[in-house]
């Protein structure tokens, strides 16, 4: 599996943007797809997952009714979209790939065997 994620960039307080990952490769293997955040001596923070298949979704707690994750039709292109962002929202967002994960892990970034390129998110005050 090949993941791209793009859309990033700087927004104001209160913006919004919206993320995109292009997957390539054996995306119907995928059980879950996932987005990440890391800022600079943190660890990877889990963000919002999906089921590829039956598209429930799971989100971390700060971004619940801010976030909200989804898939095209043709399951190849993951997205994010980022409503009412924060400062604290600034990280560089990865999009992942998991082909085994189950519900109770889809939290862990451990459970993701592909991981793609990351995207600056950047929300200034």
């Given at each position: 599996?090949?993941?791209?994620?793009?859309?990033?960039?700087?927004?104001?307080v209160?913006g919004?943007?919206?993320l995109?990952?292009?997957?390539?490769?054996?995306?119907y293997?995928?059980r879950?797809?996932?987005?990440?955040?890391?800022?600079?001596?943190?660890?990877?923070?889990?963000?919002?997952?999906?089921?590829?298949s039956?598209?429930?979704?799971?989100?971390?707690?700060?971004v619940?009714?801010r976030?909200?994750?989804?898939?095209d039709?043709?399951k190849?292109?993951?997205?994010?979209?980022m409503?009412?962002?924060?400062?604290e929202?600034?990280?560089?967002y990865?999009c992942?790939?998991?082909?085994?994960?189950?519900?109770?892990?889809?939290?862990?970034?451990?459970?993701?065997?592909?991981?793609g390129?990351?995207?600056?998110?950047t929300?200034?005050?």
């Amino acid at each position: 599996v090949q993941l791209q994620a793009f859309g990033g960039g700087l927004v104001q307080v209160g913006g919004f943007l919206r993320l995109s990952c292009a997957a390539s490769g054996r995306t119907y293997s995928s059980r879950y797809m996932g987005w990440f955040r890391q800022t600079p001596g943190r660890e990877r923070e889990f963000v919002a997952a999906i089921r590829w298949s039956g598209g429930h979704t799971y989100y971390e707690d700060s971004v619940k009714g801010r976030f909200t994750i989804s898939r095209d039709n043709a399951k190849t292109t993951l997205y994010l979209q980022m409503n009412n962002l924060k400062p604290e929202d600034t990280a560089v967002y990865y999009c992942a790939s998991a082909l085994y994960a189950i519900v109770r892990t889809v939290s862990s970034s451990g459970a993701y065997e592909y991981f793609g390129q990351g995207t600056q998110v950047t929300v200034s005050s």
